[in-house]
């Protein structure tokens, strides 16, 4: 049974759920459904200390919460249907799963469409994962995270970095993941009430502006349709009330068929992305979970912070 928090604030979310945007509607009303839902993400916490950096061409922001230097480093990749979002606005929930995690991250500025189409995000996400290789951050020490459209595109850079032959990261979480860009999982139909953040409109428009011409099936944009054959440990965590739920569920299927370790984890009565908001147990009980995976599976030092700073 969900808490009587996250109950109480999926009530009051719902009432305000963001309206969907037509088929041909205006990338700008799109862009201000996604902040609505950001503006949901709760304060910074104080820990946390933010600074603009570009690691290679690609430009972004390092996310610390301690100032004792940590060999860990979370490649974090922000939700917003990759039409939306920025390092800014996830400030909140990044910090809490630095905290969790006692780990740095940094976070891509990653092209957005529909100026910049697929596969533009995920070039990005390549390049910054080749420089931090680079720069000599150990593959070892880097773990691959995000939300939403985030979630995904960690999952098709595992696919780009195992096929471009590059030393696979420590692991990869994401929460409520859009990995089907095809849109066919039953949970589509069967939750279209129950989520009271997206809607099918909704990310059927973003995923017009993101593909344009390209295939919905193609498995570097959806990354249920890729083979994940010697990706690195896996951790999934989605709401039972979000659309995106079966997205998680195939994640998990993909991974298991691999032989990978994976958990995937469905929080009974929780909304999409529900670990942006702190005032819920599920919340936490979610990012501690996420954030024992990540040190257990980067325990020794491997990384040598100066190295991540060189050059910003």
């Not at 189409?117 to 000599?136: E, K, V």
């Not at 984890?265 to 919340?283: S, T």
């Amino acid at each position: 049974m969900p808490s009587w928090q996250s109950a109480l604030f999926a009530r009051v979310t719902r009432m305000a759920r963001p309206r969907t945007v037509g088929v041909d509607g205006d990338i700008e009303e799109l862009r201000r459904q996604y902040n609505y839902l950001f503006d949901r993400f709760g304060p910074i916490p104080a820990e946390a200390v933010f600074e603009s950096a570009q690691i290679g061409p690609i430009k972004g922001e390092w996310v610390r919460v301690s100032e004792v230097p940590t060999h860990r480093l979370i490649l974090y990749f922000h939700g917003g249907g990759y039409v939306a979002g920025s390092p800014e606005a996830h400030r909140p929930l990044i910090s809490r799963l630095c905290l969790a995690s006692q780990a740095m991250a940094f976070v891509p500025a990653y092209r957005l469409a529909p100026e910049f189409a697929f596969p533009a995000g995920l070039r990005d996400g390549i390049d910054a994962y080749r420089h931090l290789l680079q720069r000599g951050v150990a593959a070892s020490s880097i773990v691959l995270a995000g939300d939403d459209a985030g979630g995904g595109l960690a999952f098709a850079l595992l696919l780009a970095i195992r096929n471009a032959g590059l030393a696979m990261p420590a692991g990869c979480v994401a929460m409520s993941p859009w990995a089907d860009l095809s849109l066919t999982g039953w949970s589509m139909l069967q939750n279209e009430r129950n989520d009271a953040a997206l809607s099918w409109g909704l990310i059927f428009v973003s995923a017009r502006h993101y593909l344009k011409k390209s295939s919905p099936a193609d498995p570097y944009a959806s990354p249920v349709f890729a083979n994940f054959r010697d990706f690195p440990p896996i951790m999934v965590h989605a709401g039972s009330n979000e659309i995106l739920r079966d997205d998680a569920s195939r994640i998990g299927e993909r991974a298991a068929e691999a032989g990978v370790s994976v958990s995937v984890e469905i929080y009974d009565g929780m909304q999409h992305v529900f670990q942006a908001n702190p005032y819920v147990p599920e919340a936490r009980v979610s990012l501690g979970r996420l954030g024992q995976f990540i040190r257990a599976r980067t325990p020794e030092p491997a990384y040598e912070p100066a190295a991540a700073n060189a050059g910003e």
